[in-house]
C-alpha cells in the first residue's frame, strides 16, 4: 500500500512540474506579446478544419486553443525542438555537453520532493501526506539542491567551446552563488520565526495569520533573491541576447536546449511554491476553515495552493518583460552591498525578538 501511495504521489507532483512549466512557457510566450503590443503565438489550429464527423465537436476548441497560442507554444515548439538536430561543437566533450542540461534541471526536480501539495488526509484508513519526501530539514535539501544547479550552468558554459558560452556560463555562476548568501540568511530568519525546518509544520503554524505579516522584509529579499536565482530579467545577464547571444546554453539546441527551458521555467514554479508556503499561507485562506484528514478538504487546499502559486509565477514573467536588465556591476552591487546586509541586519532582528520572546508564531 505504502509503495502504490508513493507511486501516485510521484505521478501526480511530475504533472504538477510538468504543468507548471508548460503554463510558465505559454505565459511567457503570449504574456510577452501582450505586454509589448504583439500578436504573438496565435496561427496554429486556428483555421484548422475537417470533415472527420469525431473531430466536429472539438473543432471549436481547437480553433480557440490555436487563437490563444496554447497549440503552438505547447505542442509545435516541443515537437519542433525534440526534432531538431542535436549539434555538438567539435573538440568537445561529449559526455560534458550533455551532462550541462541534466544537472541544470535535475535538481530542480529533486527539489520539488519536498514541497507539501495539500493537507494531510485520510483514504481508505491511511492517513496520507501529499509529499514526496516530508523531510524534516526541507530547507537545508532545498539549499542543497539549488546549489547543485550552479554546476550545470558552469559546465554547460565551458562545454561549449564558446567565448560566449564561457562568459554566460561563468556570469550565472557568481550571480547564483552571490545571491545564496543573501537567500541562505533569509532562510535562517524564516527558520528563527517558524522554529522549524519542516515545510509542512511552517503552513499549518500559518493557519491563522500568514508569515508575510510576521516577515515583510524577509519575504521581499526571498523575492528578489528568487528572481536572480532562476537567472530571469531583470537578473538575465547570464543569457543577455544583446551581448552573449543566448549566454551558456548557445550552443545546444533541439532536447538539450528545451531541458534548460524545463528547467528554468520549473524553477519559476519552485520558488513560487516557495514563496506561497513560507509567506502566504500555503492552502490556508483568511476566514475559511477546511475540515481535518477530509480527502474533498485535501484537494480543495491544493487548488488554492495552486492558485496562489500561479499567481506569483505570472508575476515574475510580467516582472521580467516590464523591468529592464540590470549591467552587470548592478547585479553584484545589489547583491553583496545591498541586499547581503539587509538579510544580516533582518536575521539580527528576528533572532532578538526570538530571544525575548516578542516573536511567537
Request: hydrophobic share 55%.
Amino acid at each position: 500500500m505504502e509503495i502504490l501511495v508513493y507511486a501516485v504521489m510521484l505521478f501526480v507532483l511530475f504533472n504538477v512540474i510538468m504543468g507548471i512549466a508548460s503554463i510558465n512557457t505559454w505565459v511567457e510566450r503570449k504574456g510577452s506579446a501582450l505586454i509589448q503590443d504583439r500578436i504573438g503565438a496565435n496561427r496554429a489550429g486556428r483555421y484548422l478544419d475537417s470533415d472527420l464527423l469525431v473531430l466536429k465537436p472539438v473543432l471549436p476548441v481547437i480553433r480557440f486553443l490555436g487563437i490563444l497560442g496554447v497549440i503552438n507554444t505547447l505542442l509545435c515548439d516541443a515537437v519542433k525542438a525534440l526534432f531538431k538536430e542535436d549539434f555538438v561543437p567539435q573538440g568537445v566533450s561529449k559526455f560534458l555537453h550533455a551532462l550541462g542540461p541534466f544537472m541544470a534541471v535535475f535538481p530542480v526536480f529533486l527539489a520539488f520532493a519536498i514541497i507539501p501539495l495539500a493537507p494531510e488526509f485520510v483514504l481508505f484508513g491511511e492517513v496520507i501526506r501529499p509529499q514526496l519526501a516530508p523531510l524534516n530539514a526541507g530547507v537545508l535539501f532545498f539549499l542543497a539542491m539549488g546549489s547543485m544547479a550552479v554546476y550545470g550552468v558552469a559546465i554547460a558554459g565551458w562545454a561549449g567551446n564558446n567565448k560566449y558560452s564561457l562568459l554566460g556560463g561563468l556570469r550565472a555562476a557568481a550571480q547564483m552563488i552571490s545571491y545564496e548568501l543573501a537567500m541562505g540568511l533569509a532562510f535562517v530568519a524564516v527558520i528563527v520565526c517558524y522554529g522549524t525546518l519542516d515545510l509542512y509544520e511552517m503552513v499549518n503554524r500559518q493557519e491563522g495569520v500568514w508569515g508575510v505579516v510576521y516577515q515583510p522584509i524577509t519575504f521581499i529579499i526571498l523575492f528578489i533573491v528568487g528572481m536572480a536565482e532562476t537567472k530571469r530579467g531583470p537578473f538575465d545577464l547570464p543569457e543577455a541576447e544583446s551581448e552573449l547571444t543566448a549566454g551558456y546554453f548557445t550552443e545546444y539546441s533541439g532536447m538539450k536546449f528545451l531541458l534548460f527551458w524545463l528547467g528554468e521555467f520549473a524553477e519559476i514554479g519552485l520558488f513560487s511554491f516557495l514563496l506561497v508556503l513560507l509567506f502566504f499561507g500555503g492552502w490556508h485562506l483568511p476566514f475559511v476553515d477546511l475540515p481535518e484528514h477530509a480527502w474533498w478538504a485535501a484537494l480543495i487546499g491544493h487548488a488554492i495552493l495552486m492558485g496562489k502559486v500561479l499567481f506569483f509565477c505570472v508575476l515574475q514573467i510580467v516582472l521580467r518583460w516590464t523591468l529592464p536588465r540590470f549591467r552587470f556591476d548592478q547585479l553584484m552591487k545589489l547583491g553583496w552591498k545591498y541586499l547581503l546586509p539587509l538579510s544580516m541586519i533582518n536575521l539580527l532582528v528576528y533572532g532578538a525578538l526570538k530571544a525575548g520572546g516578542w516573536l511567537t508564531v
